[in-house]
């Protein structure tokens, strides 16, 4: 049974920081192309970055160039979002996802359509 699973979500200040974190277990971590995806109340559910199987191909929407980062640990199946410079905008339920993928290398898609295994979310909530 697939189980993915987000944590480090919170409350903090504008221009602060946070780091998201996603384990998953019940899949071969490094067979999978994995995104983070935010939802803000009454909003459709965007992606925010996602990242190739090797680690190398990253593809993150414009509103969060330069502040967010997205990395992976193969060995521990972890996905990590670190998020700097937070701005109120920011505010939603932060979703980790999983798409399996033949290409190790590759440009990974923010469609949520494409992405098969999701996580409950965690929240993140940004003060003005």
């Known amino acids: 049974q697939v189980q993915v699973v987000e944590s480090g979500g919170g409350l903090v200040q504008a221009g602060g920081a946070l780091r998201l974190s996603c384990t998953a277990s019940?899949?071969?971590?490094?067979?999978?192309?994995m995104g983070w995806f935010r939802q803000a109340p009454g909003k459709e559910r965007e992606g925010v970055s996602c990242?190739?199987?090797?680690?190398?191909?990253?593809n993150s929407v414009d509103s969060v160039k330069g502040r967010f980062t997205i990395s992976r640990d193969n060995a521990k199946s972890t996905l990590y979002l670190q998020m700097n410079r937070l701005k109120p905008e920011d505010t939603g339920m932060y979703f980790c996802?999983?798409?399996?993928?033949?290409?190790?290398?590759?440009?990974?898609?923010?469609?949520?359509?494409?992405?098969?295994?999701w996580g409950q979310g965690t929240q993140v909530t940004v003060s003005s």
């Open positions: 990242i190739d199987r090797s680690g190398s191909n990253i």
């Open positions: 996802a999983a798409a399996p993928s033949r290409f190790r290398w590759e440009r990974c898609s923010l469609s949520p359509t494409n992405f098969g295994y």
């Open positions: 019940g899949l071969t971590f490094d067979d999978y192309t």
